[in-house]
Every structure is written in structure tokens, then in C-alpha cells.
């Protein structure tokens, strides 16, 4: 298996613009999350879905994101509008079953300018 | 909500020394912990996974340690070389299945 495949791998974007982050899990995983990684606060996690469906989206920052799973192999992580606040590493991680052993993808690098 | 920690913050040390590297977590009610390492620019890397009925995993020159009781965890790290200069992360799992990280320990070995 690839492992997790994230893109775009960097994206610059203006204030203001909707940003669109993709995420494809491991094949066979039925736990999908979505992480953020700054330099103040570390890694944090934003939302994770079971069997595409969402769990906790309660580390979400913001109305301004979103998160989707239509289908077992796919998930993207939106922000609408986008803040320069927003800049930062996202990263997708997925696991077989309930805790078991998490895989993180490469990652966007994301900054608002 | 549990809280993870890891000291040191950095590390520097010469190449062939034998290092460990502490993680400590606050609510002990955990099934499992998981070390990872990360490369500048890079995404994690799971490099190894303790199970609450284990105390220890090791694979190759790394070895991790498990103590529930006193919330703490170690990796170790034998005859280390230039290519483990990295950053060590913990995670614990909370509520379930989301992953609390430690701020990481960035680690410099010099040739």
C-alpha cells in the first residue's frame, strides 16, 4: 500500500479564499482524522470519522471549517474563507480499528498570505 | 483530558552514545502508546506501538517502555547515529481513538 496520500503537499493562498485539502487513507482502514501541526501549539486534532461517518469534530477551530468523507477512500478538510491564521501543517492520519496503530500521511503545508 | 509531556525538549548529543528519551501522560486509563518520529518538513513516522499489557517493544536499535502506574514511558535509543537526528513524538490515546501528542523531543546527533 502507498500509505496515506495527502495533496496538495503546499498551497498558498490568499486571505480570504477557500482552501480545499485532500486526504486518501489506507485501504482497509476505518478510522479517518485530520490533524494540525503549528509551532506554538503542536499537533492537534481537528476531526476524525468511523466508516466515513463524522465522531468528534470538537478541536474544529471555526465555522470556517469543514470536513467530509463521501466514501471510504477519500476525505477533505475546507476553509472558507481562509485567515492567515489558518497557516499551518495538516496532516491525515488512518487506523485499522479503534486504537490500533495510526498512519499519518506527508502532509499541506498551508500558508495565507 | 489527558495531558502528555516529554522531556527533554532537545538533545544534543555525539554519535555512538546509547540516549533515552522520557514521555510522561496524565490519566493512566490508556490502552496503548505510540512513538513516532518526524523529519524536518516530513510527515510522522510510527516507529513503534506499546499495548497497556506490554512493558516493553523493541525493534532494531530502539526500545520503548510502558509503566501505566506512574503515567511515564521511555524510548530508548542504542549506539545513535547522525540518521536519528530527528523530532521523537509520543501519543496517547483519549476517549477512545483521538491521539494526544507531546510537544516532542528534537534530537541532534553530531558525527
Known amino acids: 500500500d502507498a500509505g496515506v496520500i495527502q495533496s496538495p503537499r503546499h498551497e498558498v493562498t490568499e486571505m480570504g479564499q477557500e482552501v480545499t485539502l485532500r486526504c486518501k487513507p489506507i485501504?482497509?482502514?476505518?478510522?479517518l482524522f485530520w490533524y494540525r501541526q503549528t509551532m506554538m501549539r503542536g499537533l492537534e486534532l481537528l476531526i476524525y470519522?468511523?466508516?466515513?461517518?463524522?465522531?468528534?469534530d470538537s478541536g474544529m477551530p471555526e465555522d470556517r471549517f469543514s470536513a467530509k468523507m463521501p466514501n471510504a477512500s477519500f476525505s477533505t478538510l475546507k476553509i472558507q474563507p481562509s485567515e492567515p491564521r489558518d497557516s499551518a501543517v495538516y496532516f491525515c492520519?488512518?487506523?485499522?480499528?479503534?486504537?490500533?496503530?495510526?498512519?499519518f500521511g506527508q502532509g499541506t503545508r498551508l500558508t495565507v498570505v | 483530558k489527558q495531558e502528555v509531556t516529554q522531556i527533554p525538549a532537545a538533545l544534543s548529543v555525539p554519535e555512538g552514545e546509547n540516549l533515552v528519551l522520557n514521555c510522561s501522560f496524565t490519566?493512566?486509563?490508556?490502552?496503548?502508546l505510540q512513538w513516532f518520529r518526524q523529519d524536518p518538513g516530513k510527515g510522522l513516522t510510527s516507529l513503534l506501538l506499546?499495548?497497556?499489557?506490554?512493558r516493553e517493544q523493541t525493534s532494531g536499535r530502539l526500545n520503548a517502555s510502558l509503566d501505566k502506574s506512574s503515567g511515564r514511558s521511555t524510548l530508548y535509543i542504542a549506539a545513535s547515529q547522525p540518521g536519528d537526528s530527528a523530532t521523537y513524538l509520543c501519543?496517547?490515546?483519549?476517549?477512545?481513538?483521538?491521539?494526544?501528542f507531546g510537544g516532542g523531543t528534537r534530537l541532534m546527533v553530531k558525527p
Open positions: 506499546i499495548q497497556s499489557s506490554q
Open positions: 501519543a496517547v490515546p483519549w476517549a477512545g481513538n483521538m491521539l494526544t
Open positions: 492520519a488512518s487506523t485499522r480499528s479503534s486504537g490500533a496503530e495510526a498512519f
Open positions: 485501504s482497509g482502514h476505518d478510522y
Open positions: 470519522f468511523n466508516n466515513n461517518v463524522p465522531i468528534d
Open positions: 490519566d493512566s486509563a490508556i490502552y496503548n
